[in-house]
């Protein structure tokens, strides 16, 4: 077991992962990007901004110093959003000593590439990376709250040396081997929390909600199999636990931010307004440019872009989804008729 983690990223989902691993008794040192913030955190032991009502351990250390944050950890959580992925991966990587593991906790594509978060630190030289993801609301997971998990990697004996450091009573971990699977369940899944909070904002019911939510996971389940996942894995929780968590859940930044933009309020003021960082925005353009890569039919994929990046009214969405033409449930699959 690690003598020191370090978490670097101080936003609500890193700091929540701080105190889960400093319950456990392990060293924990906190990175923070802004030198205040890390005074504020370090002195007030609480994430008033992202993770309010929920106390640092003594034993968690917050640092504006990355380098002194990383010296001696045996393991580094990334905890920050997915645009900032590289960049902290290209400071991080001189820090790393050979043995050290990264765990990746951000959900998204980088915009640019298409790249799955993986490929990109594996690209910035850190190799065998870790992938934790599924349905993990930091304001529960803060509070000790029961919840489930996965973690993947290439290499087996990464994921479960993973899994050992982060299982708890009320924090229990899944390995996966489906690497793609795991990263992509839990990038696409914001798409679809968009699409069901424009629904929730329009006030279209339940059975909207429902139809999006499973029609979404037909299309995040086609584009992962075009990339290589295996489909079984959305129907686990990387893929459906993540996607009822995200669309259902008032927690969700995506589900909010949709809702706000099916009343009508333009995306610039909807971002202003959230002080936090709404992955789906760009996951959407990203994954519509690969699925037009791929040549794979994402139509609610399609219409949230078209409300994102075109300022396509919401109601005209709707009609376009609701209309197209008519086609059989279970093609995504490839069953047909006998």
Excluded at 96 to 117: I, M
Aim: aromatic share 4%; charged share 20%; with cysteine.
């Amino acid at each position: 077991m690690p003598e020191k983690i370090a978490v670097v990223g101080a936003g609500s989902w890193g700091t929540a992962l701080a105190v889960l691993l400093a319950r456990k008794g392990f060293k924990v040192s906190l990175w923070a990007r802004r030198p205040e913030f890390a005074e504020m955190l370090q002195k007030n032991r609480e994430n008033s901004t992202y993770l309010p009502g929920v106390f640092l351990p003594e034993n968690i250390e917050v640092k504006n110093n990355m380098s002194q944050v990383v010296q001696g950890a045996n393991l580094v959580v990334l905890s920050v959003p997915s645009h900032a992925v590289r960049h902290t991966a290209r400071l991080l990587k001189p820090l790393l000593e050979e043995e050290t593991t990264v765990v990746n906790t951000a959900k998204g594509l980088e915009l640019d590439s298409g790249l799955r978060l993986s490929q990109v630190l594996e690209q910035e030289g850190i190799s065998t990376p870790a992938v934790l993801s599924g349905p993990s609301h930091a304001e529960e997971v803060g509070r000790g709250l029961p919840t489930s998990v996965v973690v993947t990697a290439k290499k087996k004996v990464v994921a479960e040396y993973v899994q050992e450091v982060f299982m708890g009573p009320s924090f229990r971990v899944y390995t996966n081997p489906d690497l793609i699977g795991v990263e992509l369940g839990g990038a696409l899944k914001n798409i679809i929390a968009l699409a069901t909070g424009m629904s929730d904002g329009l006030s279209l019911g339940d059975n909207a909600r429902a139809a999006l939510m499973t029609r979404g996971l037909a299309e995040i389940t086609r584009l992962g199999m075009a990339l290589g996942a295996n489909p079984l894995t959305f129907a686990g929780l990387a893929g459906l636990g993540d996607l009822i968590v995200t669309c259902c859940s008032m927690y969700s930044r995506n589900r909010r931010a949709g809702i706000e933009l099916g009343r009508g309020r333009p995306l610039e003021e909807v971002l202003a307004g959230m002080g936090m960082v709404v992955e789906g925005v760009p996951t959407t353009a990203a994954a519509r440019k690969l699925a037009q890569e791929l040549g794979i039919p994402m139509p609610i994929t399609e219409e949230v872009y078209q409300v994102l990046y075109k300022g396509k009214p919401v109601r005209e969405c709707v009609s376009a989804l609701m209309e197209r033409k008519r086609t059989v449930e279970t093609g995504f699959l490839g069953v047909t008729w006998s």
